[in-house]
């Protein structure tokens, strides 16, 4: 076994050209053994084996420096890199992240989750190394689903104008996520068919210089191109066609389910994890779209590179033509064609992970909000509950959007609830709507909701009571609701219990009432507090004598943590609330 | 004279070329006068004259839908589309804001002020025109400025996918607001300098349909140009070449100082208005920089296309080398490529636009601030005294960066405290930190600043004082010292002052030890309170006894307002707040 004997990029350079290839072999055993037992990122690791070992025989990092695009596609790079033993050692699985991380290894030089953000790192890497005379190579690998991204396409503008050593690994394996979308992908193609010889050539209109590897799971013309380019004093592309999933038949033909994977069998492909067959807030969601998109032609559906959101077939995907539209990995655009599509009388749903719509403040405020456009937008795994890398965290969205002006946040907690203001939503025509979708167990009252969501910032009373007032939004309720009863045992007097619904707005009348006979408020949130929704709670109270004490999280960049340790630490258990709500009165 | 004529674009309709050219002419003559009378946007809209007579000559506004990109080169379609008042009388030329505006008109689609966001916003409404059987070509004419930016990139992208009518103006007037910058320019000049019929096309590798029109400024080859793609079933990219500032000398000749003018005089280009040559806080920042980028070559100063914001000279900022950053209209990458630098070992500033840095939310979460990467931001007009205009207020910063986790935010409030926690920004290497610049007349204590900067979160206390505190954060210091010495007027008792500095986090002890002898504790910022500064003192003394009461901006999009007005309704004048402070004890 080579593999064994890896303990860092000195150990590849040893290796022969056969060495190498048995290496990748070994490389791609351990990969599929780690996926089917622990899961991951799949398709992508599988299709960059070969040129992560190129990369490390022809360059010397950390002199030289990498910069992994999203980084899903790192694992090769840490078997290579010190870190085997997370992937052949089976109790070692999770000593790293799914991800690139400067605190696991120097040859790391970003945490990076979110894509299109290689080329300007390594631009500005390589623009660090040119004022202080350093030395090195600077190499971005960014995968083709991610080039259609704003940031990226930006850092290939600005890397084309750059005037030393650049080297942007293009690695084309013909998909996103999903399929990619966009007219630059018609480009690689014809590069392709052409061995890159074609004129027209995206990179080139970049003013970048070219190089195109017709076998991207070949590692001696890989070596031969990367050697070919090192030390090069100017900006490069090296365009390279891979195979998404290689090695592994049922990865290399559906692509888009083995992007990434649950623990699976390695004979039969399927997954070892039961999911029970249960109504939850996704299924809800595609049933209604589905139901709603045929019966109403101008419904939208709208997704950035992450058509899976919708629980929609991929052959439904297609059947529903101009309704479905998957812009790519383009989160910005996918804003403004919302808040554009609405303008002239369609009826747009923006589909978007919470940590994903970070990508879109300024269109948010700008091409949606300013104009108050009525574009509906679902916000998902906005909680702890949701991603727990660093990168994907789902707990900053409520400062990030609920600040801006004319938008109105919503925080449903029951099926009815979230039906009927996603119902509301699309058919209104006066606000950009966000809602936050509930990640809890769903919440059926089985009888129809009666809101009406047009009166805006009018919060509901589940149970009149005194003394003390439970505001819980959203996902947070059902904590609420718990907390709330053991207030009523410590006191003997049934607090009042609130749901707000409203993230963007408070009401004041109901806050105001609140005065005659409460003393203590208590807000609760899944998120963090800073910015946050308890805060404006706070204020309103804040020159009166009623107290409030905010229940949320601590504003802090948490990885792989377990929620109910974080919801332990931020006092946000139901029996610690209750404690520290009596303790005020 | 034509232009008294023009009433709506059927009124262009009627014109012969002859006629029309008189048309531009007298436009051009409007435009001037105002402009000399009144400032604005100069060079955009002397380039785009002849463009916007032949697009409302060939197309049918409002069925055909325009969307111009920033929206600054509007001011020829205003006076075509029935506010030619605001261009020829004088009386009338407050009548219209900078921007297009749907308030305004049913010939302008979206309130627009940022830039790059016109090809995402047309796919939108042709999606939308799609989706609900609509007619009408869908037209965004955007300059070759705005073409570097992620959004503008992605738009182009997305747009090449779409497969009906779509028309996109490339106004390549050879500028952004200074020179253009990014490899995607020598590509705009190699199709110029071969009338659009290089193989290598930026536009045609986004899987865009093309059309070149050589002078940009000649009336019947663009209505030609747009006659042959009116009512085309796919999209299309038109590239006209434009002369920026055309027909006026001076402003052909420095384009990048003809961008936007103040009142000037006609005939030799002098501004008319007097600025008094005294030290504030841009020129101490240049001259701070200046020195500090000759002593230490590791300092860059990155702008995302607005390098006046510097105040170098154009051949300073050539001399300083790669010193100097300008990444063009790309303020994502600007931010990817501080944190880079900072990474290794440079010490980058990136200066930027309050309403600006809106545009890298997700940059400064993901690419800097989970990795704590020591890069200094410089955010500039962020007051409520800032830009009025509703597209480029400076009043969200707060809320937007300052809920992000490590990131320090600073406001300082003199110019020894500015240049001092400049200085230890640069230095520092733990890190990344914004600097609220000062929005306000210079203040000079003229003894040398000793705050450790280092110490996070450690408010200063300026006067020490009982009953009340009052907490006034960066640009509205100066108005906290006036309410403090009001509220000793009329209760006998000096109150606490407090100048925070730290807008990212609470002092704690602080704050603690003021509940001793203090019943009213009264923040200020110059922003909107929602998800701000002050709520975070709320939240702190929610529990506790003390009353809270935050003083700043209501949530809303304010446009071309009086900010002595809206400080008035907001309560901010140093009389309101000691009133609302006083009665609270």
Known sequence: MYIEKINGPQDVKKLSIDELNALASEMRDALLHRASVHGGHFGPNFGIVEATIALHYVFDSPQDKFVFDVSHQSYPHKILTGRKEAYIAQEHYDDVTGYASPIESKHDMF?????STSVSLACGLARGRDVTNGKGNVIALIGDGSISGGEALEGF???????????????DNQMSIAENHGGLYKNLKLLRDTDGKAECNLFKSMGLDYVYVKDGNNIEELIKAFKSVKDIDH??????NTLKGK???PAETDKESWHWCMPFDIETGKTTVNFP???DYSSITTDYLRNKMKSDKSVVAITAGTPA??????DERKAFGRQFLDVGIAEQTAVAMASAIAKNGGKPVFNVYSSFIQRTYDQLSQDLCIDSNPATILVQTASVNGMTDVTHL??????MISNIPNLVYIAPTTKEDYLAVLDWSIEQTDYPVAIRVPVAELVSTGKPCTKDFAELNKYEVAQHGGKIAVIALGSFYGIGE????????KTGTAPTLINPYYITGVDTELLESLKKDHDVVVTLEDGVLDGGFGEKIARFYGPSDVKVINFGLKKEFLDRYNPADVLKENRLTPEQIAEDAVALI
């Not at 900006?235 to 390279?240: A, C, K, M, S, T």
């Not at 789902?394 to 400062?399: E, T």
């Open 309 to 314: 959101l919708y629980g929609f077939t991929p």
């Open 394 to 399: 789902g707990i900053f969205d409520i400062p």
């Open 157 to 171: 503008n600005v890397a084309g104008e750059m005037d030393s050593n650049l080297i942007i690994i293009a690695n």
């Open 247 to 249: 090695g592994y038949k």
């Open 111 to 115: 945490t990076v989750g979110h894509t």
């Open 277 to 279: 067959d249960e109504e």
């Open 482 to 489: 718990q907390a709330a009863k053991l207030i009523e045992e």
């Open 235 to 240: 900006p490069v592309v090296v365009h390279i």
